[in-house]
T-cell receptor, first 114, second 115 residues
Framework: AQKITQTQPGMFVQEKEAVTLDCTYD???????LFWYKQPSSGEMIFLIYQGSYDQQNATEGRYSLNFQKARKSANLVISASQLGDSAMYFC???????????FGGGTRLMVKP | KAGVTQTPRYLIKTRGQQVTLSCSPISGHRSVSWYQQTPGQGLQFLFE???????NKGNFPGRFSGRQFSNSRSEMNVSTLELGDSALYLC??????????????FGPGTRLLVL
């Protein structure tokens, strides 16, 4: 079974509008971390936001927020006020257990329209 | 503070050859992880090194190996290259102390093309 599922292969959003990128995960470990990364066409993965399994509040970082619904095992990324520079691939990832192994979803390609 | 650097950025090899990729982590970071990204398989974890020891290993054949030096710089080696090894190889570094919140920061990647 897929540990991280991103069901939207591609999405369009109008500039200045908000957009939600979906991510569901599967784990039996009570302690885990969820991450979102942005990958522009240049290839570098840029860290956006982190949510811990024990965190009570949804994480926020500037225009990025994470809608964390633990019971539903979902960790959706919300980007407010989209900008043209937000056009990129977005990956949801999870870390379980010790060490730094990240399991990634298949990604969502976001395209921002002017 | 300088970010993660990877060399070379682009590489073309032929089947059967071997290749070595290099990664310099962010200063002070002791953990280095390697990932392979292909259109078909997506992003897959190769291995993680911490304090010169392999701490985690993904599900890749033994042709893929790595090491870490005392200054935390890491190299990965792929021997007997196959066409399917063509990929973007990403290196990520983090402090290494562990903890759920530890964040990995990625380098720009090395694009390997095997002909």
């Amino acid at each position: 079974a897929q540990k991280i599922t991103q069901t939207q292969p591609g999405m369009f959003v109008q500039e200045k509008e908000a957009v939600t990128l979906d991510c569901t995960y599967d784990t039996s470990d009570p302690s885990y971390g969820l991450f979102w990364y942005k990958q522009p066409s240049s290839g570098e993965m840029i860290f956006l936001i982190y949510q811990g399994s024990y965190d009570q509040q949804n994480a926020t970082e500037g225009r990025y927020s994470l809608n964390f619904q633990k019971a539903r095992k979902s960790a959706n990324l919300v980007i407010s006020a989209s900008q043209l520079g937000d056009s990129a691939m977005y990956f949801c990832a999870m870390r379980e257990g010790p060490g730094n192994m990240l399991t990634f979803g298949g990604g969502t390609r976001l395209m921002v329209k002017p | 503070k300088a970010g993660v650097t990877q060399t070379p950025r682009y590489l073309i090899k032929t089947r059967g050859q071997q290749v070595t990729l290099s990664c310099s982590p962010i200063s002070g970071h002791r953990s280095v992880s390697w990932y392979q990204q292909t259109p078909g398989q997506g992003l897959q974890f190769l291995f993680e090194y911490f304090s010169e020891t392999q701490r985690n290993k993904g599900n890749f054949p033994g042709r893929f190996s790595g090491r870490q030096f005392s200054n935390s710089r890491s190299e990965m080696n792929v021997s007997t290259l196959e066409l399917g090894d063509s990929a973007l190889y990403l290196c990520a570094s983090s402090g290494g102390q562990g903890g759920r919140q530890e964040t990995q920061y990625f380098g720009p990647g090395t694009r390997l093309l095997v002909l």
